[in-house]
């Protein structure tokens, strides 16, 4: 038996500031060769920069730049199997995966196999009915329907038996995958994917979509070296860039290197409106500026809200539509989905949160909850929920006939694919990364592996490794803010996992002007000295009584645009009482490392 307790919300954060060692680093040379201010510099570097070559790549990256395909393991194999099927006029069968990155993938090699000159069709899996992976049904009928190959996207690398019943039926099974690969690799025809052991493709974090693309730009090449484009257009896949940046920020994949150069272009594409499902979605989410977030929030939850309670094949048909009006009805219809699906996650949250705090359910280190009530859609979105809320790993399962199918989720410091590795004894089958994974299990195993995985927590997790960080790139002054230093800084987005927002303390500020915006938010003039800021404080109105005397603000800043005119605003992260001791200004950043400044907030 697993020990419990009642848990209870964290309310407390570390600041942290990023490591890095400064004492070798020019950063006025580094800011004159890339022309940029020595404080984007720095910002550079805490994201790992520290060459002007490697600046420009990140500031001015050019597709050119894009490393070989053939690089990956299994491409050449692969791209020659696949233009012969072009050059034969064989059926390709796509399988995807039901999430935004599934959806991306499958839309993007649909329409250019198609473009190539092939035949392809496609099969998404339902989540309640098939499950995650490579469906032993869709292969048959794959078969059945005369197909003699069948390529994956974002899943397939465990398939193990999936790829002997594809080679039974006389399938050649192509996988693209970008997962963690098992100890025993399925015998497919191909597998492709960058955490292959011996791949020498230099960039590993790609998304499903990123694969496929890869693999596309290969077989293009191939393609052109026979001659295939001599009497018909050759496809231009920059224009399919928009859902490679769509299902790489839906992903949560790191935005450095390739995936940054892709998606940067890739969110230019969905601004322009020129793919009608995309147009449509942004008409009915109400995007009009293209942004990771507006990605993230907005549109990619209604891509997946069909696949969370319907079938997801709904997605790739709104990617592909070529009728604006037609894809408007679409996305009407993925908008009603994303709402009913609102409602069950928040219903799901309730009840998970009742078992929790009234209920005394929580492990020492980890939460682990099986519901009937629950339904298996939207049990990872709420995973994430608790996270945030406990800041402890957490799995989340439906049960349904016996069986359960979990999601989980994360914090730093704890590898959720290595700790259900760990646990696999319980389960009757799991895959994912290192902050979110599935999993299937039989209902009466449910008590020990919740034994099972916080045995792993408690080994890996404690003390401040429970608290929640902030993490932040150094302290500035108010005065430093001018708009043309913030223009610069906002130059450096696609902000998201792997190039976060910058983010800075200002110390010894008074709060002036301090009034509610709506129910949850707060609006004020900082003070420092004699210079003042507008700043906007997000969900924070339960603690507006901290504002007062000096405090701290943690602080992201932006451009708001008002009538025409443009001025800095500091979006508020987070506050707490002025540490004095802490202030250090940007100017020499001697304080960078965890320092005193990891007190709780």
């Known amino acids: 038996m697993r020990e419990k307790k009642i848990m209870e919300p964290v309310n407390h954060h570390l600041w942290v500031q990023r490591k890095n060692e400064f004492d070798s680093i020019d950063f006025d ?33 050019r597709l050119a730049a894009l490393p070989d395909p053939f690089l990956m393991a299994g491409m050449e194999r692969a791209v020659e199997r696949l233009a012969g099927a072009i050059e034969r006029g064989e059926r390709v069968a796509v399988h995807g995966d039901y999430d935004v990155d599934g ?17 392809a069709e496609y099969h998404i899996p339902l989540r ?18 005369g197909a003699g190959v069948v390529l994956s996207v974002d899943c397939g690398v465990s398939a193990v038996g999936e790829a002997k019943l594809a080679a039974e039926l006389g399938l050649d099974l192509i996988i693209t995958d970008h997962h963690q690969p098992p100890d025993t690799l399925p015998a497919a025809y191909a597998i492709i994917n960058p955490h292959l052991p011996g791949c020498r493709f230099p960039f590993k974090g790609l998304a499903g ?19 295939a484009f001599k009497n018909r257009p050759e496809p231009d896949l920059r224009l399919s860039l928009d859902l490679v940046a769509l299902g790489t920020i839906a992903d949560i994949v790191p935005l450095q290197g390739v995936n940054r150069l892709l998606t940067r272009i890739g969110l230019v594409s969905m601004g322009r409106g020129v793919r009608p499902g995309i147009r449509a979605l942004r008409e009915i989410a109400a995007v009009k500026e293209v942004t990771c977030g507006a990605v993230g929030f907005r549109l990619a939850p209604r891509l997946n809200a069909a696949g969370r309670l319907e079938d997801a094949a709904l997605g790739v048909h709104l990617l592909l539509e070529s009728d604006y009006e037609a894809a408007l009805e679409t996305a009407r219809l993925l908008d009603g989905f994303n709402r009913q699906r609102q409602k069950i996650e928040q219903e799901t949250l309730r009840q998970a949160i009742e078992r929790l705090e009234q209920g005394g359910e929580g492990g020492e280190c980890s ?13 990872g979105i709420v995973a994430s929920r608790l996270v945030e809320r406990y800041h402890r790993p957490v799995v989340l ?11 989980a989720r994360s914090i730093a410091g704890f590898h959720l694919y290595k700790a259900l590795g760990n646990c696999r004894e319980h389960l009757a089958g799991f895959g994912g990364h290192e902050f979110a994974a599935g999993l299937t299990i039989a209902a009466d195993r449910v008590e020990s592996f919740g034994a099972a995985f916080d045995r792993v927590a408690r080994t890996l997790l404690s003390g401040d490794a429970l608290l929640p960080r902030r993490t932040y790139d150094g302290e500035l002054l108010l005065e430093e803010l001018g708009l043309d230093t913030v223009r610069e800084l906002a130059d450096l987005a696609p902000f998201g996992a792997g190039n976060p927002e910058p983010v800075f303390i200002a110390s010894g500020i008074r709060v002036q002007q301090l009034r509610l915006v709506g129910e949850d938010h707060l609006r004020f003039i900082a003070r420092q000295g004699g210079y003042t800021i507008p700043c906007i404080a ?14 701290d603000l943690l602080f992201s800043p932006a451009i708001n645009s008002w009538r025409g005119a443009d001025s800095v605003q500091l979006r508020i992260r987070d506050f707490r009482p002025s540490q004095s001791a802490l202030k250090t200004t940007l100017g020499d950043f001697s304080s960078f490392g965890e320092s005193d400044s990891s007190a709780p907030a």
């Open 29 to 61: 040379s580094l800011g004159k060769e890339l022309g940029i201010s020595p404080l984007t510099a720095r910002i550079l570097f805490c994201r790992g920069i520290s060459t002007a070559q490697e600046g420009r790549n990140f500031l001015e990256g």
């Open 103 to 119: 959806i991306t993938g499958t839309t993007l090699l649909v329409e250019t196999l198609r473009a190539l000159g092939g035949i």
């Open 128 to 145: 309640l009915k098939d499950g995650y992976g490579l469906s032993a049904e869709a292969l048959k009928e794959a078969a059945a329907g």
């Open 209 to 227: 979509v990123g694969v496929a693309f890869f693999l596309l730009v290969a077989l293009r090449q191939k393609l052109r070296g026979r001659g």
């Open 367 to 379: 939460i682990v909850l099986a519901d009937e009530r629950w339904h298996p859609g939207v049990i």
């Open 397 to 407: 399962i439906a049960l349904e006939g016996g069986q359960g199918k979990g999601s």
């Open 538 to 551: 997000f969900g924070t109105a339960a603690r507006q009584q901290e504002l007062q005397g000096e405090i």
